[in-house]
């Protein structure tokens, strides 16, 4: 099946990056959002962010025009489903609010339409059934910033199909990112498993007082060869999002070692969640 049409749910920080990463990979694209304010927001960075690229010289003038030609934008589901090849569902980590998406997108999308999902904490298989076409349903998990990370996480459920995981697998190669595939659901995939381990080592040696949060993440940078140590990984992600998927994952696993540290509750619970909120385990005021 050869995919042309894309239709990118949800105008968040990492919906307006996957549109736009399809849209610069030719492909023609709609974000769809239930919000306009969201929608011109979204448009908004991304021709701020595209007109940076242009002034350093990582894009070309005529590259960004036409990707912002190929990408749309719409507050209508159904109709924005109706014409899609392939439809990245990128909006709010809620269940019930995933499965009445994929419900629409059984309804409304062409039937050879695959379905995915961007969810970092979600398998697949949860909203596969309410699709009504559970083989052509995976997880297409991109990292933030998506239009920059290179990594795709493409995780099959039981049912999906080797024809789905082919033709995403090649999109994503068409993205210019590298799709490692996830042969069965495990609660965070691969990157966020390993990512958790190592949070979870320095977070504890921090807490027993071994040693100060600097110089964890001096040895990571210096002895391990990591960009950023733990902890300021941790502030650029957010510490409420890693929250989340320690939350998410112990509600999966039941693991007492998967509930979130108590060190990033303290911080969450006081406001401080990273670089976004301008003070985490480093200040950045």
């Not at 030719?26 to 690229?53: C, F, H, K, P, V």
């Not at 190929?70 to 507050?75: A, E, K, P």
């Not at 062409?110 to 997880?139: K, W």
């Not at 990157?191 to 040696?205: D, P, Q, S, V, Y």
Request: proline share 4%; with cysteine; hydrophobic share 40%.
């Amino acid at each position: 099946m050869k995919i042309e049409r894309i239709l990118v749910i949800g105008a968040g920080t990492m919906g307006r990056q996957i549109a736009m990463s399809c849209a610069l990979g030719g492909y023609s694209t709609i974000l769809q959002d239930i919000s306009d304010d969201a929608l011109t927001a979204a448009r908004n960075q991304l021709e701020s962010w595209a007109a940076s690229r242009i002034a350093k010289g990582k894009l070309e003038s005529a590259d960004v025009d036409a990707a912002l030609t190929r990408l749309s934008q719409s507050t209508d589901l159904v109709d924005s489903a109706s014409s899609a090849d392939l439809v990245i569902e990128a909006a709010v980590e809620r269940l019930d609010i995933k499965e009445q998406i994929f419900a629409t997108l059984g309804e409304h999308a062409p039937d050879h339409a695959i379905l995915a999902t961007n969810s970092s904490t979600l398998p697949s298989s949860r909203v596969a059934e309410a699709s009504g076409r559970p083989e052509q349903v995976c997880n297409m998990h991109f990292f933030n910033p998506a239009l920059v990370m290179k990594c795709v996480e493409v995780v099959r459920n039981e049912q999906t199909s080797d024809e789905t995981i082919k033709a995403v697998t090649e999109v994503a190669t068409q993205l210019g990112k590298q799709p490692v595939l996830v042969n069965k659901e495990i609660p965070g995939f691969i990157a966020n498993r390993m990512m958790g381990a190592i949070n979870a080592e320095a977070l504890n040696l921090a807490h027993a007082g071994i040693a100060s949060i600097e110089d964890i993440d001096t040895t990571a940078k210096t002895a391990l060869g990591h960009p950023m140590g733990p902890f300021e990984l941790m502030d650029m992600v957010g510490l409420d999002v890693i929250d989340f998927i320690a939350q998410a994952t112990f509600a999966e696993t039941g693991e007492e070692s998967d509930k979130p540290h108590p060190l990033i509750t303290q911080k969450v619970q006081a406001g401080h969640l990273g670089r976004k909120s301008g003070e985490g385990f480093y200040s950045y005021s």
